[in-house]
C-alpha cells in the first residue's frame, strides 16, 4: 500500500495515511495520459471563429461592369471571394465541433496513471486541515512555506463546500497557484503542478471515485 505522510499547517508530521495501489501505485500508462490531456485541451477550445461568407459581406448590390465589350474578365459583385474585401470561401465557421472522444476506461487509467506519478514524484502534500477562520493570503504563502510546497507550480484540490470558502479567496489571487475542485481534477493540471495540496478526506474521496 501506498503512504502518505499527513501534516498540518506548520509542517509538523501528524500523522500517515495508506492509500489504494490500484489508484495510487499502478505503472503509469503514457498513451491514456496523453490522450485525456488531448481531449481535455480541445475541450477548452470556445470554437467561436468566425469569418463572413460572400453573402454576408456588405456592398457589392451592383454589377461591377457590363458583361461584355470591355475586354476584361465578367465579375457579378465587388464582394466575390477573388476581390480584395470579399467573402471568405471555406473559413472557419462557429459549427466546428473539437470535442474528443475518449472511452472512460481510458480515462479512468489516465486519471490513476497521474495520480501514481505524483505520488513516485513526492509532489502530493496531504494536510489534516486547510480551513482558515478569515481570508488571509499572507496566511495561506506562510503555509506554503511550512509545508515546503514548491511555489512555481501548485495545485490546491478544495471539497468546493462553505468550509473552503476562506481558503478559496486566501488563495485565489496568489501568483502559480491553481483551484481545482475535487470532482473536475483536469489531468493536464495535474501533471503540470510541482506540488498537490490537498487533504486527507479530499483525497480519499478522489480515491473511493476511482478505485
Request: no cysteine; proline share 3%.
Amino acid at each position: 500500500m501506498a503512504k502518505l505522510k499527513v501534516v498540518n499547517v506548520l509542517g509538523t508530521e501528524v500523522s500517515t495515511v495508506e492509500m489504494n495501489d490500484s489508484v495510487f501505485g499502478i505503472e503509469p500508462h503514457n498513451q491514456a495520459m496523453f490522450d485525456l490531456v488531448l481531449s481535455e485541451r480541445a475541450a477548452l477550445r470556445q470554437g467561436t471563429h468566425k469569418t463572413k461568407v460572400r453573402t454576408e459581406v456588405s456592398g457589392g448590390g451592383r454589377k461591377p461592369w457590363k458583361q461584355k465589350g470591355t475586354g476584361r474578365a465578367r465579375q457579378g459583385s465587388i464582394r466575390s471571394p477573388q476581390w480584395r474585401g470579399g467573402g471568405i470561401v471555406f473559413g472557419p465557421t462557429p459549427l466546428k465541433n473539437y470535442q474528443l472522444k475518449i472511452n472512460k476506461k481510458v480515462k479512468k487509467l489516465a486519471l490513476k496513471s497521474g495520480w501514481s506519478l505524483k505520488v513516485k514524484e513526492n509532489q502530493i502534500i496531504l494536510l489534516d486541515d486547510i480551513t482558515f477562520k478569515n481570508p488571509s493570503s499572507k496566511d495561506f504563502v506562510k503555509m506554503l512555506e511550512n509545508v515546503k510546497a514548491n511555489t512555481r507550480k501548485v495545485l490546491l484540490i478544495l471539497d468546493g463546500n462553505e468550509e473552503d470558502f476562506n481558503t478559496y479567496l486566501s488563495s485565489r489571487n496568489i501568483d502559480n497557484v491553481l483551484i481545482a475542485f475535487s470532482t473536475e481534477v483536469l489531468l493536464d493540471d495535474l501533471l503540470n503542478a510541482k506540488s498537490i495540496i490537498t487533504t486527507e478526506k479530499t483525497l480519499k474521496v478522489i480515491e473511493g471515485r476511482l478505485a
